[in-house]
Nanobody, 114 residues
Framework: QVQLVESGGGLVQPGGSLRLSCAASGSIFSINAWGWYRQAPGKERGLVAFITHVGNTDYVDYVKGRFTISRDNAKNTVYLQMNNLKPEDTAIYYC????????WGQGTQVTVSS
């Protein structure tokens, strides 16, 4: 019954930007911490960033200073602003609660290439 719909991915050049959105329904959005995760080709899915129910954030080292996670509780939506994208950011990006449960959406593809 929990539905997660990620959007905003696409093909961008190195150094470009994207803003990802995650619309969550069927969950108690506002009381949960939420995260963005990504899975690059040949790698395990891993956490990129999370934001707590009070708005505290943290990021993995390789995206610090480039990515910003935010949330809009009124819209049940989590965002990931991605700046200065690098080819190694290429992955399918997913949102989920943090810590994640087993209910994953389709993800949104981010491809960074010239």
């Amino acid at each position: 019954q929990v539905q997660l719909v990620e959007s905003g991915g696409g093909l961008v050049q190195p150094g470009g930007s994207l803003r990802l959105s995650c619309a969550a329904s069927g969950s108690i959005f506002s009381i949960n911490a939420w995260g963005w995760y990504r899975q690059a080709p040949g790698k395990e899915r891993g956490l990129v960033a999370f934001i707590t129910h009070v708005g505290n954030t943290d990021y993995v080292d390789y995206v610090k200073g480039r990515f910003t996670i935010s949330r809009d509780n009124a819209k049940n939506t989590v965002y990931l602003q991605m700046n200065n994208l690098k080819p190694e950011d290429t992955a399918i990006y997913y949102c989920n609660k943090y810590p994640a449960n087993n209910y994953w959406g389709q993800g949104t593809q981010v491809t960074v290439s010239s």
